[in-house]
């Protein structure tokens, strides 16, 4: 072993690697020493730091596609790196994926000049990280996200965004910064929630040495897209009361939240519907009344009601049966929705061939003909079976000191008129 000194084993090392590159943070540049074989190509003489680190790190792991523009402002953070540090990442290279070893060396003391060593690994290589990464997929493919925070401190460390690396990042960031820049991340109606719950002084009241909280919101993705997320702080188990050390994951758990947002709108509807018409059940209608008499005071915006009621519906049930009275029930609906689709109409059953709508921002001038349209389509429908129908329609507008009760009394009482007047015919109230 005698004939190695340093000038050989340096020749040695120099000869074997694929690419060295001599690194100014402070300056934002990087020149290569030296680049061979993927790097040949991959790599310019001289460039920006941040260009570089953007080209190793911000892109998915298994492609070629670039991460949202809007997670580039942590470029910097990701650049400045404490100490030596190795890294695995996949490159995407001419649709091929090639796995690449970077070993980073600090060559000042405050850490601001490095040395970037790049080495492509072979297939066997390769295919153990390849198998490792299933199993680590298999235990967390849901968490996106992790990192350490210290809030006595004020930082964040061993980050890890498992889309762009296995391996936890060597770069600490403040957590006041970090959290300020991420929250333009969250949905904005999810951001003061974000903001009260990563809160310093929140985590410290509520977080007992192990014990952790989580709460659900929107967050954009590195494709830019925002998906539904877990975050997550657990407080590490301590014996002092005044160490602050958290561990803060983000889960991504979009598809069991669609999935649950979609069986919460199928109750929903069982509770809200009718079931023959699927429009709103008397219940609703109702509430929508109420809710009504709440916005005309909040808004000062009118609001009109119409009850509409189906001249001689009985002799229908009567003369073709029940299942031919449903099937005339539902087209008549339909006639109705979609005549009165372009308006903010609210639309509901009362009970049996009765029904009721709830009209926003409309007076009782622009009401009427639109009732007005209403009886005339429905008397220009042919029904199955039934063949021609008429209906009646009571209309109404919601006036100062009004209440619920006294506005469905009213449009209540001008439909019975309608009726009494020889039906297929709109009275107002």
Avoid at 172 to 200: A, C, G
Avoid at 255 to 282: G, M, Q, R, V
Avoid at 296 to 324: C, L, R
Avoid at 354 to 365: G, H, L, N, S
């Amino acid at each position: 072993m005698s004939e190695f000194n340093a000038e050989s084993v340096s020749e040695f090392l120099y000869n074997k690697v694929d690419a060295i590159l001599i690194v100014d943070a402070e300056k934002d540049s990087y020149s290569t020493i030296k680049k061979q074989g993927l790097f040949a190509d991959f790599l310019d003489k001289n460039g920006t730091y941040k260009k570089l680190i953007e080209k190793l790190w911000f892109h998915f792991n298994e492609g070629s596609a670039k991460i949202a523009d809007d997670y580039h402002v942590f470029i910097p953070m990701i650049g400045q790196f404490k100490g030596k540090y190795v890294d695995r990442i996949k490159l995407n290279v001419e649709g091929k994926t090639h796995l690449i070893q970077i070993s980073i060396y600090p060559i000042d003391e405050t850490s601001t000049k490095y040395i970037f060593i790049l080495d492509e690994l072979d297939n066997s290589e390769y295919l153990k990280d390849f198998l490792t990464d299933r199993k680590i997929d298999t235990i967390q493919s849901s968490f996106l996200f992790s990192m350490y925070v210290d809030l006595i401190k004020d930082i964040s460390y061993s980050i890890n965004v498992t889309e762009i690396s296995s391996n936890p990042q060597n770069y600490d960031v403040k957590y006041s910064e970090w959290r300020n820049m991420i929250v333009n991340m969250i949905w904005s109606e999810d951001q003061k929630l974000f903001m009260e719950r990563t809160d310093p002084e929140y985590l410290k009241k509520n977080l007992a040495p192990g014990r952790t909280t989580s709460f659900d919101c929107q967050m954009k993705n590195l494709k830019g897209i925002y998906i539904w997320v877990k975050l997550i702080f657990s407080r590490t188990e301590t014996t002092s009361e005044d160490e602050f050390r958290f561990v803060f994951m983000v889960q991504d758990i979009h598809d069991s939240s669609i999935k649950l947002f979609d069986t919460l709108k199928k109750y929903e509807d069982l509770a809200s519907k009718d079931t023959l018409t699927l429009i709103y059940n008397h219940g609703r209608i109702e509430t929508e009344i109420n809710n009504s008499v709440e916005y005309f005071s909040a808004k000062k915006k009118p609001v009109s009601y119409m009850m509409i009621d189906i001249d001689y519906f009985k002799k229908v049930n009567d003369e073709f049966g029940h299942s031919t009275g449903d099937i005339v029930l539902k087209q008549f609906v339909d006639e109705i929705k979609d005549f009165i689709s372009q308006y903010n109409i609210q639309f509901g059953r009362w009970g049996g061939e009765e029904f009721v709508t709830v009209c926003y921002d409309m007076d009782i001038k622009e009401a009427a003909k639109i009732a007005d349209g209403i009886r005339k389509k429905i008397s220009e429908v042919k029904f199955e079976k039934a063949g021609k129908l008429t209906c009646s329609i009571g209309l109404t507008e919601l006036k100062n000191g009004d209440d619920s009760k006294t506005v469905f009394d009213r449009v209540d009482k001008a439909m019975y008129e309608a009726k009494n007047n020889g039906r297929n015919c709109v009275v107002v109230k």
